[in-house]
């Protein structure tokens, strides 16, 4: 259990426990499901624990070559890449580091092909299996006019020379029957090339340490896929089951407004801090608290930057809010840092990680970062 009073603020805080317990899962689903489990950066790139992240699963998912470069220096181990174009130009420093590669459409791979084939990088093609139950049109991969993946309509057989793998990905925090529906869809469209292959990447989105997931269908599903294509190698890249409820935000209260409703300010940013709050949207949790009106204390939380809409929400309380209280933000850990801004220079959270019953505080950001980031 963390204690909140012993971390600054703002601050992100991982909790090493919970994020074992998350690995622990995943590398069952290896061991069970003879499958590859990869960190997907771009959900989790909280480097600092990879080398604990690395004891568990096989290797990172990398999408630029800032990704490859941080995988390649911090976690080791397989490196697969996947984005929807490569440049020219940092190709071979990807290369040099990746274990596997997939192309986004047959007229990259067309252009990289040989440069590939010679470094002997394990090459697959993205294919989209026009079929995702995801309902958020941000955040589906196989929705119409998708650039991800190749559609069975533009899909090239006869370019499949020196490919040896498939990749799709069509899931966001989703569960076991959900992958059985996109599987169906793949087999039906893709099936006849799967066996030709000796890697099938299920892509990510796969919320395998939720609570009410259902790690053992996952096992079942990956078993029978086995059994279908005897040999072929499965590979899942998760990001955020990685990451899922593996720590929170710590933030404070730095000043109690009125306009109509009582309004606190905290010393953290929605948009700058927790964009995906705003892009989704969806309402973070907050360490107790309520909806409106259901606690005795309703206030709205809002950032500490200039944007009218950096709001969280409208949550209650049982006591008063004061200058300095603590609101935690939970679930904070994945798809956060990552996608941080210095928007009006608000103070960046810092990181830190909860071990042992301590906190270990291991980075602050200062003016030189913000300076840094611009020019
Ligand atoms: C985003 C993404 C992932 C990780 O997705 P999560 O929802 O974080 O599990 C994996 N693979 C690809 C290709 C992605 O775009």
Request: one cysteine or more; hydrophobic letters at 40%; aromatic letters at 10%.
């Given at each position: 259990?963390?204690?909140?009073?012993?971390?600054?603020?703002?601050?992100?805080?991982?909790?090493?426990?919970?994020?074992?317990?998350?690995?622990?899962?995943?590398?069952?689903?290896q061991?069970?499901?003879?499958?590859?489990?990869?960190?997907?950066?771009?959900?989790?790139?909280?480097?600092?624990?990879?080398?604990?992240?690395?004891?568990?699963?096989?290797?990172?998912?990398?999408?630029?070559?800032?990704?490859?470069?941080?995988?390649?220096?911090?976690?080791?181990?397989?490196?697969?890449?996947?984005?929807?174009?490569?440049?020219?130009?940092?190709?071979?420093?990807?290369?040099?580091?990746?274990?596997?590669?997939?192309?986004?459409?047959?007229?990259?791979?067309?252009?990289?092909?040989?440069?590939?084939?010679?470094?002997?990088?394990?090459?697959?093609?993205?294919?989209?299996?026009?079929?995702?139950?995801?309902?958020?049109?941000?955040?589906?991969?196989?929705?119409?006019?998708?650039?991800?993946?190749?559609?069975?309509?533009?899909?090239?057989?006869?370019?499949?020379?020196?490919?040896?793998?498939?990749?799709?990905?069509?899931?966001?925090?989703?569960?076991?029957?959900?992958?059985?529906?996109?599987?169906?869809?793949?087999?039906a469209?893709?099936?006849?090339?799967?066996?030709?292959?000796?890697?099938?990447?299920?892509?990510?989105?796969?919320?395998?340490?939720?609570?009410?997931?259902?790690?053992?269908?996952?096992?079942?599903?990956?078993?029978?896929?086995?059994?279908?294509?005897?040999?072929?190698?499965?590979?899942?890249?998760?990001?955020?089951?990685?990451g899922?409820?593996?720590?929170?935000?710590?933030?404070?209260?730095?000043?109690?407004?009125?306009?109509e409703?009582?309004?606190?300010?905290?010393d953290?940013?929605?948009?700058?801090?927790?964009?995906?709050?705003?892009?989704?949207?969806?309402?973070?949790?907050?360490?107790?608290?309520?909806?409106?009106?259901?606690?005795?204390?309703?206030?709205?939380?809002?950032?500490?930057?200039?944007?009218?809409?950096?709001?969280?929400?409208?949550?209650?309380?049982?006591?008063?809010?004061?200058?300095?209280?603590?609101?935690?933000?939970?679930?904070?850990?994945?798809?956060?840092?990552?996608?941080?801004?210095?928007?009006n220079?608000?103070k960046?959270?810092?990181?830190?990680?909860?071990?042992?019953?301590?906190?270990?505080?291991?980075?602050?950001?200062?003016?030189?970062?913000?300076?840094d980031?611009?020019?």
């Amino acid at each position: 259990m963390i204690n909140y009073s012993a971390v600054p603020s703002p601050c992100y805080v991982l909790e090493e426990s919970r994020l074992k317990y998350n690995l622990e899962i995943l590398n069952k689903v290896q061991k069970e499901g003879n499958a590859k489990v990869i960190c997907a950066l771009k959900g989790f790139s909280f480097w600092k624990t990879f080398p604990l992240v690395s004891k568990y699963l096989s290797g990172a998912t990398a999408s630029s070559l800032n990704e490859v470069l941080l995988a390649s220096h911090k976690m080791g181990k397989e490196i697969h890449v996947c984005a929807p174009a490569y440049r020219k130009d940092e190709f071979s420093q990807i290369l040099r580091r990746a274990s596997h590669i997939t192309f986004n459409s047959f007229s990259q791979w067309e252009m990289f092909k040989k440069e590939t084939l010679k470094k002997k990088v394990s090459a697959g093609i993205r294919i989209n299996p026009e079929f995702s139950t995801v309902g958020v049109d941000m955040y589906n991969p196989a929705g119409r006019y998708s650039r991800l993946g190749v559609t069975r309509k533009e899909f090239k057989p006869m370019l499949l020379d020196g490919i040896e793998g498939l990749h799709f990905h069509a899931l966001c925090e989703q569960d076991t029957d959900a992958l059985e529906a996109v599987l169906d869809r793949v087999e039906a469209n893709f099936g006849e090339w799967i066996p030709k292959m000796k890697w099938i990447n299920f892509g990510g989105g796969h919320h395998i340490t939720r609570a009410e997931y259902d790690v053992k269908k996952l096992i079942d599903i990956l078993k029978k896929f086995h059994k279908r294509y005897p040999g072929i190698e499965i590979i899942l890249e998760p990001g955020e089951a990685v990451g899922w409820q593996t720590g929170e935000l710590v933030s404070t209260v730095l000043d109690i407004v009125r306009n109509e409703i009582n309004i606190a300010i905290l010393d953290v940013s929605i948009t700058a801090h927790m964009p995906d709050c705003l892009e989704m949207p969806y309402r973070p949790a907050i360490l107790d608290s309520a909806m409106l009106g259901i606690k005795k204390y309703t206030y709205r939380l809002a950032g500490n930057s200039c944007l009218a809409g950096d709001i969280a929400g409208d949550y209650s309380f049982d006591k008063p809010l004061e200058v300095g209280s603590k609101i935690i933000f939970a679930d904070m850990i994945h798809y956060t840092m990552v996608k941080t801004t210095f928007f009006n220079g608000v103070k960046h959270p810092s990181i830190g990680i909860w071990k042992n019953g301590k906190f270990h505080l291991v980075r602050e950001f200062s003016y030189n970062s913000f300076r840094d980031k611009l020019s």
